[in-house]
């Protein structure tokens, strides 16, 4: 059975630090991409970052780069999602999600797998 599973969110002072967890299982975690995606109230969801589980390359949206960090741990078949510098336009449910292509983009079709999410608060 494919499981994702976010943990580390909360409610955080704005210019403040998070570090969300993704452990994946049930599939074959060194062929997939990961990704980091957030859905705000009332708007739609977007993507934040994503790591190749292959080689370790990254990409950022324009939102984050700079502020957020992400890494992979592939001995725990987790990655991470370091935040810092926290703004309260941050607050949303963060999702990951697994790509087989691989591709490194940030389009939510390419995506198989999802978490459940994992909400972000950052107060002002």
């Known amino acids: 059975e494919v499981q994702l599973v976010e943990s580390g969110g909360g409610l955080v002072q704005a210019g403040g630090s998070l570090r969300l967890s993704c452990a994946a299982s049930?599939?074959?975690?060194?062929?997939?991409?990961i990704g980091w995606f957030r859905q705000a109230p009332g708007k739609e969801r977007e993507g934040v970052s994503c790591i190749s589980s292959s080689d370790g390359s990254t990409y950022y949206a324009d939102s984050v780069k700079g502020r957020f960090t992400i890494s992979s741990d592939n001995a725990k078949n987790t990655v991470y999602l370091q935040m810092n510098s926290l703004k309260p336009e941050d607050t949303a449910v963060y999702y990951c999600a697994a790509d087989g292509s691989d591709r490194l983009l940030l389009r939510q079709f390419d995506y198989d797998y999802w978490g459940q999410g994992t909400q972000v608060t950052v107060s002002s």
């Open positions: 049930g599939f074959t975690f060194d062929d997939y991409a």
